[in-house]
Structures are given as structure tokens and as C-alpha cells.
């Protein structure tokens, strides 16, 4: 069974989101695309609602999202007790945010970086692993429910 994954983006990030698809479908993964489906102009949310929704109830192993800057899709997401999604900007980070954080969703600023780019961001955060340990506790305090205890 081929390993599942969400991907969404806005418009600024409807291009490199297309390449990924194919990418990943290439590289062994079971591609749930949330859209949007064109470069015509919309709103971010609409397209990380519905991929954290996924992700959160199982369905998907993580996801992968792209706005111009990668900021609009990070904090929408994050805005979902479940999901723990690291803005990258270079193969590092998105190592620390899988090792450090067990981030589940990746978010590429599209405007800022190439589809190489993206790629290589790509295979590093599927090749880190959590690291566990002390940073156990830190991620059991992100919900915030946590807060206070």
C-alpha cells in the first residue's frame, strides 16, 4: 500500500504544487491533491482547512502546503491542535522541524524557492526521523489545552 499524503496550495503556490504532485506520485506516494486547481486568485484557508482536517483524523501519514510566502498556510494550519506545521525555507529546517518538532506538515513559500528547492526540502524531511527524548515534552505543551499545566 503506497504511503499517503495531502498536499495543498493558493494560487501563488498552484504552479510548484503541480510539480510536486507528479513528483511525489514518482517517488512512492499516494497524492490526496486539496487544491486549488488553477493560478486564479483565492484564499489560503480554504485549501488548509480541509488538508489539517485530514491529516488530523489519520487519514494522511503529513502534508505537504505552498502559499507565496508560506507564512498564510503555516499559521492557518497551525491553528489545528493536531497538526504541527514548520515553515521551510532550507533542507535544515526542514530536518529540525521533523527531528525537534515531529512536524506533519511541510509549508514551502513558493514565491521564494525553486521546485530543486522544494525537492531537496522534500527528501530531507522524509528522511529525518523525531528524535524523541526531551522534545516529547515540548510537544506535548503545543496544544493549547496544555497551557497552564
Known sequence: MKKQIGI?????????K???????????WDVHDF?????????????????AEAVERGELECGVALCGSGEGMTMTLNKH????????????????????????VIVLPARFISNDEA???LE???AA???????EARI???????CGE
Not at 506535548?140 to 496544555?146: D, G
Open 18 to 28: 503541480e510539480f510536486l504532485v507528479g513528483w511525489l506520485g514518482a517517488n512512492g
Open 81 to 104: 491542535q493536531g497538526i504541527r506545521a514548520g515553515l521551510c525555507w532550507t533542507p535544515q529546517i526542514a530536518e529540525l522541524i521533523r527531528r525537534h518538532n515531529n512536524a506533519n
Open 124 to 126: 530531507t524531511y522524509f
Open 140 to 146: 506535548a505543551k503545543m496544544p493549547a489545552a496544555a
Open 129 to 135: 526521523e523525531f528524535e524523541g527524548g526531551r522534545h
Open 35 to 51: 487544491g486549488t486547481g488553477s493560478e486564479q486568485s483565492v484564499d489560503y484557508p480554504d485549501y488548509a482547512h480541509p488538508l
Open 119 to 121: 525537492v531537496k526540502m
Open 8 to 16: 495543498a496550495s493558493d494560487h501563488a503556490g498552484y504552479e510548484m
